[in-house]
């Protein structure tokens, strides 16, 4: 019975399905850190109704970190920077980074974790994401695991990321073999009522879904074909 981290993305929510695949009861915690694009919230409690509509055995905690966001503040998702467009490739991506945010959220998953007696925290971090946070590597998982599990000797929970070797296409392309409901997730930086197709996580989403010869159900048809010309105007830029 594990918890894991629901941000309301993709990736999260892929991650979800997975777990509740494998008949897991599943703890899901999902932070206010003071971010942007506060809507990812909505869209992980719309994501929570309908995973137990389908059975699945699940439970959801909102954890209002805000308070301390002047401490972390800085960067283009919780600071007053603007939010580049372009891929994560790009240098300028860097001001999306938040302070250590993964640490942050994965140590009061722990201690969550450790109050319900479970064993096992989960984040839904991929290898699409390494280029710009560090925090979604595999040497900060394996290190941040071994670091947990000392903090946590007499009831040991373990830090799991068992997408960290997968891209942002292969974990869509999971997820389209469990039926995630894509159509309830969010992903774009920007904060607006629609996604703004030209940030980096929206690039990744566009690619993701092109590279699975599939529409993104979130988006309107004149939306997805929008998209896709975004994604091809950066991607001819980056050449």
């Known amino acids: 019975m594990p918890v894991m981290i629901l941000s309301g993305g993709v990736d999260s929510a892929t991650l979800l399905w997975y777990l509740c695949s ?15 694009h506060s809507i990812e919230i909505e869209h992980a ?8 509509k389908r ?38 991506q860097k001001v999306t980074i938040v302070p250590n945010r ?8 722990a201690g969550y974790a450790v109050k319900l007696g ?17 925090d979604c590597r595999k040497e900060f998982v394996k290190a941040l695991d071994a670091a947990i599990y000392l903090a946590t000797l007499f009831t040991p929970v373990e830090v799991k990321a068992p ?8 974990v869509v392309s999971l997820g389209l073999k469990l039926k995630v409901p894509y159509e309830l997730t969010w992903s774009c930086y920007e904060g607006g009522d629609r996604p703004c197709l030209k940030c980096g996580t929206c690039l990744e ?20 074909e929008n998209a896709v010309s975004e994604y091809k105007k ?4 980056t050449i």
């Open 234 to 237: 950066y991607s001819e830029r």
């Open 45 to 52: 409690k719309i994501i929570v109704k309908e995973a137990k």
């Open 118 to 134: 479970e064993t096992e925290v989960y984040y839904a971090a991929h290898r699409s994401d390494y280029a710009v946070y560090p």
């Open 205 to 224: 989403r566009t690619e993701a879904f092109l590279m699975n010869g599939v529409k993104d159900p979130l988006l309107s048809d004149d939306e997805w």
């Open 102 to 109: 993964n640490m942050i959220m994965l140590s009061i998953a």
């Open 55 to 92: 059975g699945f055995d699940v439970t959801h905690e909102i954890a209002d970190i805000s308070p301390i966001s002047h401490l972390i503040s800085s960067g283009a998702l919780t600071g007053k920077e603007e939010v580049p467009h372009g891929f994560y490739t790009d240098e300028r």
């Open 163 to 170: 997408f960290v070797d997968m891209t942002k296409a292969e």
């Open 22 to 36: 494998k008949g897991e009861r599943v703890h899901t915690l999902t932070f206010n850190y003071g971010q942007r």
